[in-house]
């Protein structure tokens, strides 16, 4: 199997070729996979219910949570590891800095083993658009 890509226009935002209007590959998703549905394919591999399935993610879900507020990584072998990223107002001195200049929090995901192979291996094949009839609904455009 491979992902499916598609090739917009997008203007360039820095560099010697600024505003220029170039061709970039996006990914297309061909669906979607929910938390049953993910259950269900883990429990085809296992001895475990998909509730059974369900009741350890929902608690994975609820330990981390907890770890990340605290400040830990959260690292699952192969799967990869988790953490929390801020992002902040500059000062001018550390002095001027407080808790206030912090806008934000992320979770940041960088992928274990098997999820960086399969990411360096993957393979890529064209979209293979329809033309649509005139006066349908057609997807909007993801150009400039």
């Known amino acids: 199997m491979a992902v499916k890509f598609k090739v917009v226009k997008r203007k360039v ?9 170039k061709n970039y590959a996006i990914a297309k998703t061909s669906g979607t996979s929910d938390l049953n549905k993910l259950c269900k394919l883990i429990c085809s591999r296992s001895t475990l219910s998909s509730a059974d399935v369900k009741a350890v993610l929902d608690s994975l879900n609820w330990a981390m949570d907890l770890e990340l507020s605290s400040g830990n990584v959260v690292q699952l072998g192969e799967f990869g590891n988790f953490r929390m990223s801020i992002n902040s107002e500059g000062t001018n001195t550390p002095e001027d800095f407080n808790a206030t200049k912090i806008k934000g929090a992320r979770i ?4 274990g083993s098997a999820l ?13 658009v329809t033309k649509k009839s005139a006066g ?8 400039i």
């Open 136 to 143: 349908s609904d057609s997807e909007s455009p993801d150009e």
């Open 108 to 111: 940041i995901f960088f992928p």
């Open 13 to 21: 935002l820095n560099g010697a070729e600024k505003d220029s209007v």
């Open 116 to 128: 960086r192979t399969t990411r360096n291996e993957v393979n890529f094949e064209p979209l293979e």
